[in-house]
């Protein structure tokens, strides 16, 4: 059964902390990203990550990091230098960069 | 002024209705096209994919394509309650960049 899952499905977060969002797809795509989705808003591009062992930042990388060291998985880390981080954050692949993205469930992250 | 401009809504409308959401770009460079249907607190999940213009039909769900007007659309028709949802638009040019979304609308199927 393919897919993105996404977990946890929620997690707070004290401040201070840092905190990893998992993010792992079986459907061999190369290229994945990472959204933010504020309440009554559109996606924000974190990062994304067009093969293993690259990645660029979006439109707002700011108080984010992300690595890629497997094709499969693609996890951000919410750092303490992000000031505002309570949102709903997607996660995303696709066979290649521009073309049609497939979303995971998201993660809401709240903070304490 | 934002590369993909789509109306916040709310869009309420009594069951069985026909539903047309919108959304206008300035890039004249975007190729494919792409609707996301995103419920409440779950991802967006893909309903509908287009390559430059014209119309693409799949059963209530019709996507419209005008390049010359840098104009999209999606028409519901016999529109259902569980078609309340927020609606997103994607698109890209064909140089392998990111998808540029719309902010969504949200629409309400009234029984």
């Known amino acids: 059964d393919g897919g993105i899952t ?4 929620y997690l707070f977060r004290k401040e201070g902390q840092n905190v990893t969002l998992s993010c792992e797809q ?11 989705q504020d309440p009554g808003q559109g ?4 990062y994304y990550s ?12 700011e108080g984010y990091s992300v690595s890629r060291e497997k ?13 505002n981080p309570t949102a709903f954050y997607l996660c995303a692949s696709s066979m290649g960069s521009g073309e049609t993205q497939y979303f995971g469930p998201g993660t809401r992250l709240l903070v304490l | 002024q934002k590369e993909v401009e789509q109306d916040p809504g709310p869009l ?3 069951e069985g ?3 047309s959401l919108n959304c206008t770009y300035s890039n004249s460079a975007f190729q494919y096209f792409m609707w996301y249907r995103q419920y409440s607190r779950k991802g967006p999940e893909l309903l509908m994919y287009t390559y430059s213009s014209g119309n693409k039909e799949d059963g209530r769900f019709t996507a419209q394509v005008d390049k010359s007007s840098k104009y999209i659309s999606l028409f519901i028709r ?3 309650p569980s078609d309340s949802a927020t609606y997103l638009c994607a698109m890209s040019n064909n140089a392998g960049n990111m998808l540029t979304f719309g902010g969504g609308t949200r629409l309400m199927v009234k029984p």
């Not at chain 1, 996404?6 to 499905?9: A, G, L």
């Not at chain 1, 079986?26 to 933010?36: E, F, I, K, S, V």
């Open chain 1, 6 to 9: 996404q977990s946890p499905k």
């Open chain 1, 26 to 36: 079986n459907l061999n795509h190369d290229a994945m990203y990472w959204y933010r």
């Open chain 1, 43 to 46: 996606l924000r591009l974190i």
């Open chain 1, 50 to 61: 067009q093969i293993v062992n690259d990645f660029q930042k979006g439109d707002i990388a």
């Open chain 1, 71 to 83: 094709k499969e998985s693609f996890p951000l880390t919410v750092t303490s230098a992000q000031k």
């Open chain 2, 12 to 14: 309420s409308v009594p």
């Open chain 2, 17 to 19: 209705a026909i539903v």
């Open chain 2, 78 to 80: 016999d529109s259902q």
